[in-house]
């Protein structure tokens, strides 16, 4: 069957919400939230695919209103340029076999928190509002209002801060539909693990601890964890994930490289910088390098077993040397990147529609490689 004329994907146009503002659903900076949708097709009119793009947070007053003012609209509706729709978002079926024809938004990112926020109090000296939480719910709900309502099948997924939002917003996002249908989440390069940096030190914690705490976060994580232990630790999908019930499967390099930069061999665990060759060209890396790293893909290893253990979880967890990989080749057409002769798209579509469980894991690379 042939669709002749179907949109190309990069001609989707961001679509403000105005009408959010006045019940406070806003980005940092005061403007409305937004989102990009490409309408379904085909037999795929019926079913949904919301996916989060990445950004990383802020974790101060000072960050946040740096960040309201990146060209990349992080902060703010004002400043957002177009995302193209690549990999798991493409509506190239070579590309994109099982999701090309659904209904697909990218549900734009603007708070710094992964949509957990929710200060009541403006800053008006920095003119600061934080409430990740209401644009996400103001975005569901405009998309249910043009026909989500009516979905079949829905999957809300996200890549780095986007991966750890669908973690944490799963059960919400699943609270929205009717109990026949069928909502499952998928979390890429957003399992940020609690594990001990090249010092030994568990340093990362201050760091989600503060975006907790600054964005008023922990209402909006699993009462159940918080009631138990500190919310920043409730932002890890460690802690988090024994409570999530929805369906979550995770897409996640255990050599992830944001991860390796940024919680395992910071500047601070590494001050005279004998890391830094290592973790930016892989060929630089000396044997007692590569060794730490293995430990690190090891407390991975251990961090993600700790929550993979129900059946209804899936898991893609390789060893390429990159972050985030739904929405580029690695998605579907890269090879390297196969687990049992499978790539991302076909693990997550056979966990989907229960045509099997999905929880492969590369154990035939041991060192990070790049694919």
Same mark, same amino acid.
């Given at each position: ?5 179907i949109?190309? %994907?990069?001609?989707v +146009? ?9 019940k406070?659903?806003?980005?940092l ?14 037999? $795929?009119?019926n ?5 989060m793009?990445?950004?990383g947070?802020?974790h101060?007053?000072?960050d ?10 992080l $902060? ?18 070579d590309q994109?076999?099982n999701l090309?024809?659904?209904?697909r938004?990218?549900?734009r990112?603007?708070?710094?928190a %992964? ?8 800053d008006?000296d920095?003119?600061l509002? !934080?409430? @990740? ?14 026909g989500?309502k009516?979905?079949?099948n829905?999957?809300l997924?996200?890549c780095?801060a986007?991966?750890l939002?669908?973690?944490?917003n799963?059960? +919400?996002?699943?609270g ?6 069928r909502v499952k989440?998928?979390?890429?390069a957003g ?7 090249? %010092? $030994? ?8 601890d ?15 964890c918080t009631s ?7 932002f890890?999908?460690? !802690? ?8 979550i !499967?995770i897409?996640?390099?255990a050599?992830d490289t944001w991860?390796?930069?940024n ?11 004998? !890391?830094? +060759?290592?973790?930016?060209?892989l ?5 007692t390098?590569?060794k730490?790293?293995q ?6 290893? @251990?961090s ?7 059946s ?8 390429c040397?990159?972050h985030?990989?739904?929405d580029?080749?690695?998605w ?5 990147? +196969?687990l ?6 076909? $693990?997550?579509?056979d966990w ?14 041991v060192?990070?490689?790049y694919c």
């Amino acid at each position: 069957m042939l669709f002749l004329n179907i949109k190309s %994907s990069e001609e989707v +146009k961001i679509t403000l919400i105005e009408s959010a503002v006045a019940k406070g659903a806003v980005c940092l900076d005061g403007s409305p939230p937004a989102y990009q949708f490409d309408k379904g097709f085909g037999d $795929g009119v019926n079913n949904w695919l919301v996916h989060m793009p990445g950004g990383g947070w802020c974790h101060t007053i000072e960050d946040c209103v740096k960040r309201k003012t990146l060209i990349y609209g992080l $902060g703010s509706s004002k400043l957002m340029p177009e995302l193209n729709f690549t990999g798991l978002m493409s509506n190239q079926q070579d590309q994109n076999p099982n999701l090309y024809n659904w209904n697909r938004v990218y549900m734009r990112y603007c708070d710094g928190a %992964s949509f957990t926020g929710d200060v009541e109090e403006v800053d008006h000296d920095n003119n600061l509002y !934080f409430r @990740g939480a209401r644009v996400f719910d103001a975005i569901v709900e405009e998309l249910m209002s043009i026909g989500m309502k009516d979905a079949q099948n829905v999957l809300l997924s996200g890549c780095s801060a986007g991966g750890l939002a669908s973690i944490l917003n799963c059960d +919400k996002f699943r609270g929205f539909f009717p109990q026949n249908t069928r909502v499952k989440c998928v979390s890429d390069a957003g399992y940020f693990p609690h594990v001990k940096d090249l %010092s $030994g030190e568990y340093r990362f914690e201050q760091y989600f601890d503060k975006i907790v705490t600054l964005h008023g976060s922990a209402k909006a994580l699993p009462s159940e964890c918080t009631s138990n232990m500190n919310p920043g630790l409730c932002f890890y999908p460690d !802690f988090a994930m024994p409570y999530i019930n929805t369906p979550i !499967f995770i897409v996640n390099s255990a050599y992830d490289t944001w991860q390796v930069s940024n919680m395992f061999a910071t500047n601070e665990s590494d001050p005279k910088g004998e !890391f830094t +060759k290592c973790k930016n060209d892989l060929n630089e890396c000396s044997t007692t390098q590569l060794k730490r790293l293995q430990d690190f893909r090891s407390d991975f290893l @251990g961090s993600v077993s700790s929550v993979t253990k129900s059946s209804t979880e899936g898991m893609f967890i390789n060893t390429c040397y990159t972050h985030c990989q739904t929405d580029q080749s690695t998605w579907f057409a890269n090879a390297t990147s +196969k687990l049992d002769d499978k790539t991302i798209a076909e $693990g997550v579509d056979d966990w989907f529609y229960d045509k099997s469980e999905f929880q492969k894991t590369d154990t035939e690379h041991v060192d990070p490689h790049y694919c």
